[in-house]
């Protein structure tokens, strides 16, 4: 039986995690003079390979094909790379379903995280020129820079890169929008000005988009230049990329892939945290930036980086971490999700990886350097499981020159032999654990076996029982015994450690889905008294994503269950779902209260209470949302006039419709949306429109949008 846990391990070696190490300024002397026995200078036997690869082509053709029906994604583009060509390119699917147009080796994706990569190498550059030193503090470049805990003064340029920083995450208020904003990253640093560090900045690798995000303002301090020129100046353009660019502005129709809501075509994604997801490119031009890497950091004699710069971008950053529960030999390097490649290094390959997802968009990024080989696939969905696929055609890659002797097969379920288990082992690892996205129980049975539940929708799920005790010192189940579980420990906290099959299934991997939760008193009055109500968004912009997919406008919070203290936080309109929190420290703030690594507390945020003209007001990161309670309500038959204040947050009202249809008259918003009681979106509209509300609705919530110190009028009936 797949559980929840499993879902998060693939999740995990997806994004792969990392932990961090304490390294001495690297200063430009040390990145130079050492490249000649570079990782990528190391093929050339493998890389003048006469392998045709029409075997690997007609199977990447098939599993593409398969992956398109299975997962409904519309489109899907792909390269396999060598030293000195492009083995293969195709693209596949629809780019416009009515048309039925395909797409084609120029159509442009957005590849999401997989940017990230071109971060690192712009930051990399400014290494190499003496401008940055990688373990500088980031206020010797920015010095506005702040935030809440006095530790930020510690964060380094390498923490940004290695996902160290202890930042919260990523801000995701209004990140996927239909239009362009160039203030985004304006936004992320005014928002880390007010926040908390979730640890001590080197302490740990969590993976973190605003550490990205925050290269933009340092290459803008230290260049003069605005991130998306500075990369076209020094990578774009001398790498002959003149396709690939940044969404500055809307592409040309057919010049892109569009995503797909269903049956729904969504308009063109504008991704704004431009240096940690924002690049729209194709393969084929992602294939410059991969044979750079593996012909030592130049290209047609064109050098980006010294040969010993790609080392170090490609060296574990994690090995000497402080918070280490489990040791993670394929962790993060300098802008890669993971220097090692489980998939490839258990056939003996090594390969450097880079995961990337926006909200339609889904890509994997795959160089291995010592073969000479890589692969960049990209589609419009997070569906496809595209990181699997990579591991497929680049593992039928191997086998067709013969690196390897066959594609590997999936590891045989075979239990190990039972054991029986101390009171001392059973009592380290029950108990209730949580995650970024959800909680876990394990308990003991009367066996002495295991059960283990996860949450859905605030409660517990039926549990997944019989985990036994095996030889090796882990609890796995007889039905899936290459899933197993055990616990471990660091710095006084305490951890569920996982081990899974993942990808093709020829491997295992080690990953930490999630940490124990400390005993706490229990929530006050005043916190339960909060579990009753209900906030609304008002700062979300009106040209977001997210309302295109529904997103309720909602905040709520729920009681974590059997865990005094702790409240789950709902606010599906930026990403929250049932995130853990802290309630015991205050009655005005909840703290993030987990330290995971890898990627399991990614994206947490305090939650602040603030207090507006009398009322309570919920700020999580940047997201700011009012109580629906006090929302007024608009008299029928009447024109009303709605201000919207100089902060330009969306006003909401309350109307209310009878036994007839009650017809609403907008006029002068840029945009509403309508929700009946149960923040069911009911319909929305342009700026000057009309809408009704059905019979027997009762109460429903419209949500004006305007510009700072405007008027919107309502006609009701």
């Known amino acids: ?77 792909v390269a396999l790379i060598d030293r000195e060509r492009v083995i293969w390119a195709e693209a596949f699917g629809v780019i416009d379903r009515t048309s039925q147009a395909a797409p084609t080796t120029d159509t442009l994706f957005c590849i999401g995280s997989c940017s990230k990569m071109l971060a690192a190498i712009a930051a ?3 290494v190499e020129r003496g401008q ?118 809307a592409f040309a129709a057919g010049s892109y892939a569009s995503a797909y809501d269903g049956t729904t075509k969504l308009p063109q994604e504008f991704t704004l945290a431009y240096a940690s997801g924002g690049l729209y490119t194709t393969p084929t031009e992602m294939a410059r930036i991969a044979r750079m890497f593996l012909s030592g950091g130049q290209l047609d004699g064109v050098r980006i980086l010294q ?30 999700d993971g220097v090692l490649g489980s998939g490839l290094a258990a056939v003996g390959v090594t390969a450097w990886h880079k995961n990337g997802g926006t909200s339609v968009y889904g890509s994997n990024f795959v160089v291995a350097p010592d073969e000479g080989l890589a692969l960049m696939i990209t589609g419009t969905s997070n569906d496809y499981n595209h990181g699997a696929l990579a591991e497929r ?76 005790l095996r030889s090796d010192g882990t609890f796995s189940t007889d039905a899936a015994p290459n899933m197993s579980y055990q616990s471990s420990s660091a710095m006084g906290e305490r951890y569920l450690t996982g081990r899974t099959v993942t990808g093709l299934g020829h491997y295992l991997v080690q990953f930490l889905p999630a940490q124990k939760l ?39 919070l729920a009681a974590a269950p059997d865990s005094p203290g702790y409240l789950l936080v709902n606010a599906a309109v930026i990403g929250e779902q049932t995130q853990i929190t802290d309630a015991s420290v205050s009655d005005s703030a909840t703290r993030m209260c987990l330290k995971i690594p890898g990627n399991n507390s990614r994206d947490l945020n305090d939650l602040i209470v603030e207090s507006r003209a009398g009322e309570e007001w919920m700020r999580l990161g940047s997201s700011v949302f009012r109580p629906a309670q006090s929302v007024l309500l608009l008299p029928s038959g009447r024109t009303s006039s709605v201000a919207i ?31 009946d009681a149960a923040f069911q979106c009911l319909g929305s509209g342009a700026p000057n429109a009309s809408a009704t509300l059905p019979a027997g609705t009762g109460i429903a919530y419209l949500m004006l949008f305007g510009a700072a110190n405007t008027s919107i009028t309502v006609r009701v009936g």
């Not at 920015?142 to 995450?169: D, I």
């Not at 594609?407 to 970024?436: C, D, F, K």
């Not at 109307?655 to 006029?667: K, Y």
């Open 645 to 675: 204040g100089s902060e330009a947050y969306a006003e909401w009202r309350a109307v209310q419709a009878g036994p007839a249809p009650l017809p609403l008259a907008i006029s002068g918003a840029t945009d509403w949306r309508l929700y």
């Open 307 to 336: 040969a010993a710069t790609l080392t170090e971008m490609a060296r574990n950053q994690t090995l000497t971490q402080a918070l280490q529960p489990v040791r993670m030999n394929d962790g993060y390097g300098l802008g890669w």
């Open 132 to 249: 940055l030193e990688l373990d500088a503090p980031l206020l010797r470049y920015l010095p506005t820079f702040r935030m809440a805990s006095p530790e930020y003064t510690q964060v380094t340029v390498r923490m940004l890169l290695n996902h160290s920083s202890g930042f919260p995450g990523a801000d995701y208020r209004g990140i996927f929008r239909s239009s362009p904003f160039s203030g985004y990253a304006e936004q992320v640093m005014n928002t880390l000005a007010t926040a908390r560090l979730k640890h001590v900045p080197g302490e740990m690798s969590v993976y973190c988009n605003d550490g990205f995000t925050m290269i933009e303002p340092l290459i803008k301090a230290v260049t003069g230049k605005t991130f998306a020129q500075f990369v076209a100046d020094e990578i774009l353009t001398p790498l002959g990329m003149k396709r690939s660019s940044y969404a500055l502005q």
């Open 1 to 77: 039986m797949k559980t929840e846990l499993q879902t998060q391990a693939h999740q995990d070696n997806s994004q792969l995690h990392g932990e961090i190490t304490r390294r001495s300024v690297l200063h430009l002397s040390a990145l130079t003079g050492a490249g000649i026995l570079a990782p990528g200078l190391l093929a050339a036997c493998w890389g003048a390979s006469s392998a045709s690869y029409e075997a690997t082509i007609a199977d990447a053709r098939a599993a593409i094909a398969q992956a398109l029906t299975d997962t409904d994604t519309p489109s899907i583009s």
């Open 124 to 126: 990399m550059i400014l």
């Open 518 to 556: 400390a005993a706490k008193p229990p929530l006050s009055s005043v916190w339960l008294a909060r579990l009753q109500q209900t906030w609304l968004a008002v700062n979300e912009p009106a040209d977001s994503l997210m309302w295109l997919y529904r997103s309720s406008p909602t905040l709520t």
């Open 393 to 468: 055609i680049l593992l039928q890659a191997l086998a067709e020159r013969r690196r390897i002797a066959a594609v590997p097969t999936p590891l045989p379920a075979i239990a190990l032999p039972e054991a029986v288990p101390s009171s001392a082992q059973l009592a380290a690892i029950e108990g209730i654990y949580a995650h970024y996205q959800g909680m876990l129980r394990v308990q003991i049975a009367a066996d002495r076996t295991l059960s283990i539940s996860s949450t859905k929708q605030g409660a517990w799920a039926a549990p997944t029982t019989g985990w036994k």
